[in-house]
Nanobody
Framework: QVQLVESGGGLVQSGGSLRLSCAAS????????MRWFRQAPGKKRELVAT????????NYADSVKGRFTISRDNAKRTLYLQMNSLKTEDTAMYYC????????WGQGTQVTVSS
């Protein structure tokens, strides 16, 4: 059974940091490129960051470049998103996504940034 389980969300003040985790099971995690998306109320789902299976290639949305870092630990089958210098506009539900031969989604973790 495929599972992606996000954790690490919460309430943080503007300028603060959070680290999101996404624990994967049930598929060949190390060969799947992984992505973080977010969706704020009333807005479209936005691609935040991507990482290749090896972790060598990483890309970011302009809105988070220089503040967020995507990483993965294939031995632990876990994806991470380190979020620094958080802004109120980062408030959203954050989802991890695996896109390879198949596509899988987690249930999301809420991040709320207060001013």
């Amino acid at each position: 059974q495929v599972q992606l389980v996000e954790s690490g969300g919460g309430l943080v003040q503007s300028g603060g940091s959070l680290r999101l985790s996404c624990a994967a099971s049930g598929f060949s995690f190390s060969i799947y490129p992984m992505r973080w998306f977010r969706q704020a109320p009333g807005k479209k789902r936005e691609l935040v960051a991507t990482i290749s299976g090896t972790g060598i290639s990483r890309n970011y949305a302009d809105s988070v470049k220089g503040r967020f870092t995507i990483s993965r630990d294939n031995a632990k089958r876990t994806l991470y998103l380190q979020m620094n210098s958080l802004k109120t506009e980062d408030t959203a539900m954050y989802y991890c996504n695996a896109l390879g031969r198949n596509e899988y989604w987690g249930q999301g973790t809420q991040v709320t940034v207060s001013s």
